[in-house]
């Protein structure tokens, strides 16, 4: 099986990396009200929602999926999350935690930039009251750029020699130098392309002739490629989010902006599993014993909480948004579901009686044969059936709800 997409949450201390990890995940990873409370970054798992397949055709009841879940047809599909150390202006040459921090999130797929949007926290992590969250957006993708580029001009003069020695293509030399962030040569090329679009050019200048104005471009556009991020706007339940928030939107009108309390959907979910409220994650319903009468009933003072929650983010925002933060880094990682199975008719796996046992997320485009490929390694496939036993070309690609189930026949089986 291809690896499950790795999302990485960023920002400065105290932004509320570790809250938003735990709100996703059972991680009960440590928070605290002071800079660099995580130093090792903690790793797990959440689960993004989406309508399943088995909901297509009715077989909800017997939708038992190997890994993750399936509610009622809603598909809960296991992704890896990433917490790590607060990022602090200058880390890129070692302030803070510095490039420890940067090296732990060099194989994610995307990042979640969890921002401080109740002004209570300086660009160091520190507890103070109205700073402006503005830059801290600028200055953390920075450090990042910063970080990434002094990797690859550490031994520029070298890269260069070898470059021309071997006569090789700048994408080549440039996948070689990317590598350890997991990028490939399709990467790098989508990446050129980038540069193309956001310098409206149509070729590179020689490598052996860039100068650093030059690389900070190719940088900048290996970065849209290859770290795709989701702001995500937090501690919205604080009063001083409201101006913030705006503020933020109007800079940064193209980029994926949700809004969170990751403070909120902990305390929810903690209270649910307490058997105090029934609470449908990332919604705004919340019942308490007033709604259920076999929950159990709250003192005053929790009541109280729960009331101020619902006024201040549920009815307010619609969420506490965590988990479209969460749907946001898989949209933006363009990302399909799609179901292997074995038997066409039946939507079953290589023994019983479940259906759609197995879900992996594919970029979206992908042609089926490299889906089939990836999931099946190094065999030889003789035919790829879809819905209705459809033979599907190697060529055609996956798309939302299209040559999303399928069957792949292998030698062996004849
Ligand atoms: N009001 C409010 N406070 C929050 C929210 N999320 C986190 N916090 C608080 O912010 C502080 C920092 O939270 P952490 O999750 O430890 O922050 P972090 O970004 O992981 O910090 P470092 O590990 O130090 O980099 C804690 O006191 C949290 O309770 C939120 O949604 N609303
Ligand atoms: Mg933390």
Same mark, same amino acid.
């Given at each position: 099986m291809p690896r499950e997409p790795l999302i990485a949450i960023v920002g400065k201390p105290s932004s509320g990396k570790s809250t938003t990890l735990n709100s996703l995940t059972d991680a009960g990873a440590k928070v605290g009200a @002071?800079? @660099?409370?995580?130093?090792e970054p903690n790793k797990a798992t959440g689960y993004l929602q989406l309508p399943c397949a088995c909901s297509r055709f009715g077989k909800e009841d017997l939708c038992k999926p190997n890994y993750g879940a399936c509610k009622k047809g809603t598909r809960f599909v296991p992704i890896m999350l990433l917490d790590v150390a607060g990022l602090v202006p200058g880390a890129h040459e070692?302030? *803070?935690? *510095?490039?420890k921090f940067l090296f732990d999130l060099?194989?994610?797929?995307a990042l979640i930039h969890v921002v401080d949007v109740s002004g209570t926290t300086d660009s160091n992590g520190k507890a103070t009251r109205g700073y402006d969250p503005l830059n801290d957006i600028d200055w953390l993708q920075e450090e990042i750029r910063q970080w990434v580029q002094g990797n690859l001009t550490k031994n520029w003069g070298s890269v260069v020699r070898r470059h021309t020695s071997t006569k090789s293509m700048a994408v080549e030399t440039l996948q070689r130098q990317f590598s350890g962030y997991g990028a490939n040569m399709n990467m790098v090329q989508l990446a050129i392309n980038q540069y193309y679009k956001d310098y409206q050019c149509t070729n590179l200048p020689p490598l052996e002739t860039w100068d650093n104005e030059m690389i900070t471009k190719i940088v900048k556009s290996f970065l849209k490629i290859k770290f795709p991020t989701v702001l995500a706007l937090n501690k919205i339940d604080h009063p001083d989010a409201d101006k913030n928030i705006s503020k933020i939107v109007l800079k940064y009108p193209n980029d994926k902006i949700i809004l969170s309390s990751a403070i909120t959907e902990v305390f929810l979910r903690k209270l649910a599993k307490q058997g105090y409220v029934q609470y449908e994650e990332g919604t705004e319903f919340v019942d308490t014993h007033e709604d259920i009468d076999t929950l159990k009933v709250m003192d005053e003072k929790l009541s109280q909480r729960v009331e101020k929650i619902r006024d201040l983010v549920l009815y307010r925002f619609g969420s506490t948004g965590v988990v479209q933060v969460l749907q946001a880094a898989v949209d933006i990682l363009d990302l399909v579901p799609v179901y292997p199975v074995r038997n066409m008719n039946t939507f079953t796996g290589s023994s019983g009686n479940n259906v759609f046992r197995d879900c992996v997320m594919v970029k979206r485009g992908t042609q089926v044969g490299a889906v089939a490929r990836s999931i099946m390694g190094d065999v030889t496939i003789v035919a790829i059936e879809g819905v209705g036993g459809i033979k599907i070309s190697e060529e055609d690609v996956v798309d939302k709800g299209k040559n999303d189930i399928l069957s792949f026949k292998l030698v062996s089986n004849n």
């Open positions: @002071f800079p @660099f409370t995580t130093i070692g302030r *803070g935690l *510095g490039n060099s194989t994610a797929d």
